[in-house]
């Protein structure tokens, strides 16, 4: 994927009644997300936000509606905001190059993503798990991923 720094622009269908700077041609677009975006989108989205210092006058995260994905989150810059366009800026350019802003905020996320869910399996599920990664099926009395499930538990919790 290839992210870019773009000035914002009404669409045809726009029926928005809001008349925020952030619908105007001052405004560019920096990052998106929705309901449904993968943990990486996700940590990219939190991390910006916080690299630009937060929510602002000239910095704003625009919360829509929408109709197939439930709702869509954008952050606009004003064009006024040179040092935050040019932060973002610097952010596109290392996404180009790695897709994640902070590898560890991403981790963090995978992690507790797949421990949420090995926590929501019932114990018949966690066994069969655990027998298919070669792990004892005591294991799966355990309130935590297996550490010794060599990720495949892990993988496997997370969807890969």
């Known amino acids: 994927m290839t992210y870019s720094l773009e000035r914002w622009t009404r669409p045809d269908s726009f029926m928005a009644f809001d008349s925020g700077w952030y619908y105007s041609n001052a405004a560019f677009v920096f990052l998106a997300r929705h309901r449904d975006s993968e ?20 910095v704003v995260i625009v919360r829509e509606s929408h ?10 810059i004003h064009e006024s905001d040179v040092e935050s366009l040019e932060r973002a800026k610097d952010m596109i350019d290392s996404l180009n190059d790695y897709p994640a802003l902070d590898e560890d905020d991403w981790s ?12 929501s399996l019932d114990l018949p599920e966690r066994i069969s798990l655990c027998r298919d990664a070669g792990v004892s099926i005591f ?19 997370l969807g890969y």
Do not use: K, M
């Open 39 to 58: 943990l990486l989108t996700q940590s990219n989205f939190e991390c910006a936000i916080a690299r630009l210092g937060g929510e602002s006058d000239t």
């Open 108 to 119: 963090q996320r995978e992690w507790d993503a797949a421990q949420c869910y090995w926590e």
């Open 139 to 157: 294991s799966a009395r355990l309130g935590y991923i297996p550490p010794s499930d060599n990720g495949i538990i892990y993988e496997t919790c």
């Open 67 to 76: 109709w197939a994905v439930g709702w869509v989150e954008w952050i606009a």
